[in-house]
């Protein structure tokens, strides 16, 4: 059985130098490809004029003389005319027969010159480890028969030339690309010190030392944004590590007091013997610890599955009134023990998850129910915005929260400090699960409170389109 392995990355100083080294081959390469072809076209232009020089003079020669037989008498003139060109080399035929005049090489192949064009445009021919460049006329002697003019220029000189340069470019071409790999090399480190002494620092951020951060001031704009990332990652680290501390400590804290109880409780019954009325007693205190500690783990569970997405929503159309109106009957009787009154306004539907919302919705009216005053009213109010989505909004008179407590209000086993002198039932998880539902929906819950005059809580639910959209 084979494993696979993920391929290692590319370490991005090697990927920078074989990119810098590749383009400065690339330019260099074009470069002197340019300059190659542009040299060949010069000689070659050279060779073509010199062949068309030659073959116009040569073609007025052979009009001069009177016929076939004549020229061949007078080939040393010919030759003297055009001898001054070394490199040049040429024979003059009758239309069909041997060369009349010729300076041609010794054996030099006649079927060279079957591909040979006008003069304008000569072909190449290699003979003897030599370069030529050929071209065939036509002309005609004076009595009009017609002449057949061969032309052969030795280009070999520039051609060896051209040759030896194009050698020296490519031995050029590489060792610029080995230069420009050196000097790559040189420039992405010093390049990338910024980005060394960024994992520096961030190598020396420990659980300990959240509150360090870069400072982007320092490094260069390509990776200030980088820099300004990593910081807002360490900002929610830091707030995140500092919500789990707090946490912990909230559990702990928040566990002792049962399980002090619980066990108290116990060793007193078991000091002694005891009546089986006694024992029941216990019993029956032990359970409503138990039952406390039962519901703190309930909501703690819940909340840990709603921070990780885990709590799957079965959304159907809900009337905020119809339920609103439920729980007012269900909590009645706290309502009648404490005098009071509930006054429901408004109505509005929203797509939801039932049983999450009446939780939501429950945790807020037991918290107005908990804090109003007797003979007092508590307040439902239901609206709809197009914008802001539906609001139930349970408003009751009371003692309120002071300012300085309200940015922790929905933090878990927050409890304020009425709440603590009080003595109230409740371990500081129902605003939360509040908050967490209402997150889970789309929506969010506000807190507005005036101490001494009345504290308002409003659930806001995006609009059943909003949401299906």
């Known amino acids: 059985m084979t494993t696979s392995r993920e391929s290692t990355p590319i370490s991005l100083t090697a990927t920078l ?9 690339a330019v260099l390469a074009v470069t002197n490809a340019f300059v190659f072809f542009f040299v060949e076209q010069q000689w070659r232009s050279g060779a073509q004029q010199d062949l068309e020089v030659a073959g116009n003079v040569l073609r007025l020669l052979v009009a001069s003389q009177p016929n076939a037989t004549a020229i061949a008498n007078r080939g040393d003139r010919i030759t003297g005319e055009l001898g001054k060109n070394r490199r040049l080399t040429f024979s003059v035929s009758a ?35 030599k370069h030529f460049s050929i071209a065939e006329i036509s002309g005609k002697f004076g009595d009009g028969s017609p002449a057949r003019l061969r032309l052969s220029l030795d280009v070999s000189e520039p051609k060896d030339i051209q040759g030896a340069y194009s050698r020296a470019l490519v031995l050029i071409t590489v060792a610029g690309g080995l230069i420009a790999a050196i000097f790559g090399l040189a420039v992405v480190r010093h390049g990338l010190l910024p ?44 707030d995140s590590f500092r919500r ?29 013997s005891r009546s089986s009325d ?16 039962s519901r703190m783990i309930q909501d703690m569970l819940f909340l840990a599955q709603a921070d990780n997405a885990q709590a799957a929503l079965r959304t159907e159309e ?22 009071l009154r509930v006054e429901l306004r408004g109505d509005a539907s929203v797509r939801a998850d039932r049983l999450l919302l009446q939780r939501a919705l429950a945790n807020l009216l037991s918290n107005a129910v908990r804090n109003t005053p007797p003979d007092s009213v508590i307040g439902i109010d239901i609206s709809t915005a197009e914008s802001a989505g539906s609001e139930v909004c349970i408003s009751n008179p009371g003692p309120g929260i002071a300012p300085e407590e309200m940015p922790r209000l929905f933090d878990r086993f927050y409890r304020t400090r009425y709440a603590r002198e009080a003595k109230t039932e409740g371990t500081g998880l129902g605003l939360a699960i509040v908050r967490s539902i209402a997150r889970l929906h789309g929506g969010d819950v506000e807190a507005h409170s005036t101490p001494g005059v009345q504290t308002r809580f409003c659930l806001i639910l995006p609009n059943s389109s909003r949401q299906d959209a």
């Open 244 to 272: 789990l501390n707090d946490f912990s400590s909230d559990i702990a804290h928040e566990l002792r007091t049962p399980i002090n109880n619980l066990l108290g409780q116990t060793q007193v019954a078991l000091s002694r």
């Open 195 to 238: 980005l060394r002494r960024m994992a520096t620092a961030a190598g020396e951020i420990t659980a300990s030392r959240l509150g360090e951060r870069l400072r982007p001031e320092d490094t260069p704009a390509e990776l200030r944004d980088l820099a300004t990332g990593f910081n807002g990652m360490l900002g929610r680290l830091e």
């Open 17 to 25: 130098v074989v990119l810098f080294a590749a383009v400065s081959i």
């Open 318 to 339: 809900v009337n905020l009134r119809a339920e609103c109106a439920k729980l007012v009957e269900f909590f009645e009787p706290l309502i009648e023990e404490g005098r």
């Open 95 to 129: 239309a069909t027969g041997e060369p009349l005049v010729t300076t041609l090489p010794d054996g030099f192949p006649a079927e060279a010159f079957r591909r040979a064009g006008d003069i304008e445009h000569p072909v190449d021919w290699t003979w003897q480890d």
């Open 278 to 293: 006694e024992y029941r007693s216990v019993l029956e205190s032990n359970a409503e610890e138990f039952e406390r500690l």
